[in-house]
């Protein structure tokens, strides 16, 4: 939402996923994220946008731990990456829902990070419901920092193309 409390449209997303084969049933699990975005102006100063995400990540019985060393792309060269790591941590109730903690950071170009009180930290907590054709997360994250937003709701509703 805008300072006037009006909803605004922020761009949209294509994402790429390659993980490894079963996954889901899996102890260990990697892969990476390819995530190409349009951007409006008030969301990001560069309208085309990359994300590279690794996956790094277990599954302990009801108990997912996912590690993301992610950079994003401005397509400025290699120097201008930005480092903007997530971390995740859920519970899953059931085969459909999940809760889940998760800390999404912000802390600068690969060539010199940015000084603690320019970088971004956010805490979240985050449901998740996997059903057919949909799938969906929301939550609610705290900014941890001053540069960070204070408070953050989060929406995402996606569908596989197979």
């Known amino acids: 939402m805008s300072g006037n409390g009006a909803i605004t449209f922020n761009g949209f997303k294509l994402r790429a996923l390659f993980v490894e084969?079963?996954?889901?049933?899996?102890?260990?699990?990697?892969?990476?994220?390819?995530?190409?975005?349009y951007n409006t102006v008030h969301w990001n100063q560069d309208r085309y946008t990359q994300e590279i995400r690794p996956?790094?990540?277990?599954?302990?019985?009801?108990?997912?731990?996912?590690?993301?060393?992610?950079?994003?792309?401005?397509?400025?060269?290699?120097?201008?990456?930005?480092?903007?790591?997530?971390?995740?941590?859920?519970?899953?109730l059931n085969r459909a829902w999940a809760v889940a903690v998760e800390e999404y950071d912000d802390f600068g170009p690969l060539k010199g990070f940015y000084a603690h009180a320019?970088?971004?930290?956010?805490?979240?907590?985050?449901?998740?419901?996997?059903?057919?054709?949909?799938t969906?997360?929301?939550?609610?994250?705290?900014?941890?920092?001053?540069?960070?937003?204070?408070?953050?709701?989060k929406l995402i509703l996606s569908r596989d193309l197979n």
């Not at 079963?22 to 190409?36: P, S």
């Not at 969906?136 to 709701?153: A, C, I």
């Open 21 to 37: 084969p079963d996954a889901a049933n899996r102890t260990f699990i990697y892969g990476v994220n390819f995530e190409f975005s």
């Open 55 to 92: 996956i790094i990540g277990w599954h302990l019985g009801g108990l997912d731990i996912i590690i993301n060393p992610i950079l994003d792309n401005s397509y400025k060269g290699v120097s201008e990456l930005d480092f903007a790591p997530s971390t995740r941590l859920a519970y899953h």
């Open 118 to 134: 320019q970088q971004q930290h956010q805490l979240f907590g985050v449901f998740d419901y996997s059903g057919k054709p949909f």
């Open 136 to 153: 969906v997360e929301g939550g609610v994250g705290l900014g941890l920092t001053g540069s960070t937003d204070k408070v953050v709701l």
